[in-house]
């Protein structure tokens, strides 16, 4: 089965108090079982149902309430991105410190371990948490007593063994059940003949193993078809404009107009673009056309993670655009020509909280909405959409304020903000 959902599922059996226990050892007794009160249970599970609506369409199935939807065909997907992306900051000032502080050591390896592609500055922090979280887990849940030796399921021991697996076969995602799902589907659509199929199956298995080695080989053969509409506009390297776009020239307003007098010098009227297909297959959207849904028939994909100098920010994109900047020619000042660059009006996000990114061990990135912060960017620095999901937490500098908080999609390379974990 998925390990994500054999993790979650044990974690949850405990907060909640429902798994097997013998006398005397009851829950009433476990510091850990928070979630026994079905009040804070049930508040618990509308938050993450709140929630969900903030993570992008590109994340796949959102989670439903766990309280109300656990026992009623919960997938595993649901599973990773409630406890593996909400949970810890949804479970801050929930869950006892100690107890938040171990699970947020196994978020961040089973974050760092779900990549694509993982460097081995990862790989070595990954193998710390889990080695860390497995001796933590055991010393805060089993505390050594034969009553509980059922508490350290072989799910828990599974993890210390990622890193080294991952020197040996490459990252845990690229074979995990959902890939091999996936390829054993593939596999049986290509079967044609209803005779002899596993002599089909077999046969097919071998051709897909020829084809994946020639491009592996030769990646030019490898290159990935792009259907783009016909009104798109390819910007190159894997960039699209898509419309809608506005039908007619309009004149912006407000901190945008400012934003673009500043990066022209000049005021001009624009052509507002709603929405940005990236390389990875995502596609970025604008407050511009979000905002004229009603709130919950919309799957927020309008937060972005992009490079600057280097650095990563975070920002919500207001729309897209053309601009045409003039190039820079020393020779003739008088034959002036022009080049159409295409850019992102966005509204910056702070950095998040150094304490509470350092304490969570980097698994809750809490920011503010620096509303009075618009920039223009390159569309070309955008790497991902995100999801921003607002929250209220009491910061471990003991301000409390509106915030929030970063979910990334598992597969894709996560954000560092440049400290060291």
């Given at each position: 089965?998925?390990l ?6 044990l974690l949850?059996?405990?907060w ?5 226990h ?6 009433s007794?476990?510091?850990?079982a ?5 009040n804070?249970w ?6 993450v ?11 796949d199935r959102?989670?439903?309430n ?14 990773q ?6 949970g810890?900051?949804?479970l801050?000032n ?11 050591r196994?978020?961040r390896?089973f ?5 694509h592609?993982?460097s081995?500055a990862?790989?070595r ?8 979280w497995e001796?933590d887990f055991e010393?805060?849940y ?5 009553e ?8 828990v ?10 020197l040996?076969?490459g ?11 996936c ?5 049986g ?6 005779s002899n199929?596993?002599a089909?199956?077999?046969?097919e ?5 020829q ?7 030769i990646?030019e ?9 016909q ?10 404009l898509l419309r ?9 307003e407000?901190?945008?107009?400012q934003a ?9 009227k624009?052509?507002r673009?709603?929405r ?7 596609t970025?959207?604008?407050?511009w056309?979000?905002?004229q ?12 993670k992009?490079?600057l100098?280097?650095e990563?920010?975070?920002?919500e994109?207001l729309y ?6 003039e ?10 020509t ?17 304490e509470l990114l ?6 809750v ?7 009075e912060?618009?920039?223009?960017i ?29 979910v990334?999609k ?12």
């Amino acid at each position: 089965m998925h390990l994500a959902q054999l993790l979650s599922d044990l974690l949850l059996s405990l907060w909640r108090g429902t798994i097997d226990h013998t006398a005397p050892d009851h829950p009433s007794t476990w510091p850990w079982a928070v979630f026994r009160d079905m009040n804070t249970w049930q508040a618990h599970g509308a938050a993450v149902a709140a929630a969900a609506q903030y993570l992008p369409g590109s994340f796949d199935r959102k989670p439903r309430n766990p309280a109300e939807k656990i026992n009623t065909g919960y997938k595993t997907w649901e599973f990773q991105m409630y406890i593996f992306g909400l949970g810890p900051a949804l479970l801050f000032n929930i869950l006892p410190q100690p107890y938040w502080l171990n699970y947020c050591r196994l978020v961040r390896g089973f974050r760092l371990i779900s990549q694509h592609s993982i460097s081995t500055a990862d790989l070595r922090a990954a193998h710390t948490c889990f080695v860390e979280w497995e001796l933590d887990f055991e010393l805060l849940y089993y505390q050594r007593r034969a009553e509980r030796l059922h508490f350290v399921r072989p799910c828990v021991h599974s993890v210390s063994h990622l890193a080294s697996e991952t020197l040996q076969k490459g990252p845990p995602i690229c074979y995990s059940q959902w890939t091999m799902e996936c390829t054993i589907g593939n596999l049986g659509q290509e079967i044609r003949q209803p005779s002899n199929p596993y002599a089909n199956l077999s046969r097919e298995g071998v051709r897909r193993c020829q084809v994946n080695a020639l491009k592996a080989m030769i990646p030019e053969l490898d290159e990935p078809k792009r259907n783009l509409p016909q009104t798109a506009v390819d910007l190159g390297d894997g960039y699209a404009l898509l419309r809608k776009r506005d039908l007619y020239d309009v004149r912006p307003e407000g901190r945008a107009a400012q934003a673009i007098r500043e990066y022209l010098g000049v005021d001009v009227k624009i052509r507002r673009w709603a929405r940005v297909h990236l390389p990875n297959g995502q596609t970025a959207r604008t407050v511009w056309r979000e905002t004229q849904k009603p709130a919950e028939q919309v799957r927020v994909s309008r937060n972005i993670k992009f490079l600057l100098d280097g650095e990563i920010h975070l920002a919500e994109v207001l729309y897209f655009t053309r601009l045409a900047v003039e190039d820079i020619n020393d020779d003739d000042e008088e034959d002036r020509t022009f080049h159409w660059q295409t850019v992102a009006l966005v509204t910056m996000y702070s950095h998040p909280d150094r304490e509470l990114l350092e304490l969570s061990h980097h698994t809750v990135s809490s920011c503010r909405l620096l509303v009075e912060d618009v920039r223009i960017i390159d569309v070309k620095s955008i790497t991902d959409v995100v999801g921003m999901v607002p929250h209220r937490p009491t910061l471990p500098s003991g301000t409390t304020e509106d915030r929030y908080f970063l979910v990334e999609k598992p597969g894709l390379d996560i954000a560092t903000f440049g400290l060291a974990y």
